[in-house]
């Protein structure tokens, strides 16, 4: 009965950490998990690539570098404390980019949105 219990307990606890690592965050499709704020993009991975290093230049990020291809990409930065910047981009679909954000060891939301408006800002004139 006891390791009933303990084990009842402990599957509880689990689905509770569960709860606490993951949340919707207030754009509508976008997630924040663990530090990484993610969402969908329409635009090709080469397109959202290009459009995230001009982002990290417009926020004044330093160290930026970029890579892309037409099914991935992937832009690195620093902010002004030396924190790395890692944006990831893969494609999701048809002129669709899956889009994920991490700022340092424990990630910023508030860098995080920022940075995902002027991408889509930039995808605008692209």
Known sequence: ???AILAI??????????NLTACQ???????ETLGVY?????????????????AAADLNLTEIVGNGTSVD???????????VVTINIEQAGENVS?????VGATGDEAMSKQLMD????????L
């Open 1 to 3: 009965m006891k390791k």
């Open 9 to 18: 307990s402990l599957l509880g606890a689990g689905f509770g950490l569960v």
């Open 25 to 31: 965050t207030e754009t509508p499709g976008a997630t």
């Open 38 to 54: 993610s969402t969908s993009i329409d635009g090709s991975p080469d397109k959202v690539t290009a459009a995230a290093q001009k």
């Open 73 to 83: 990409g992937k832009v690195t930065a620093k902010d002004a404390q030396g924190d």
């Open 98 to 102: 899956k889009v994920t954000i991490h």
């Open 118 to 125: 002027k991408i889509k800002s930039h995808l605008s004139w």
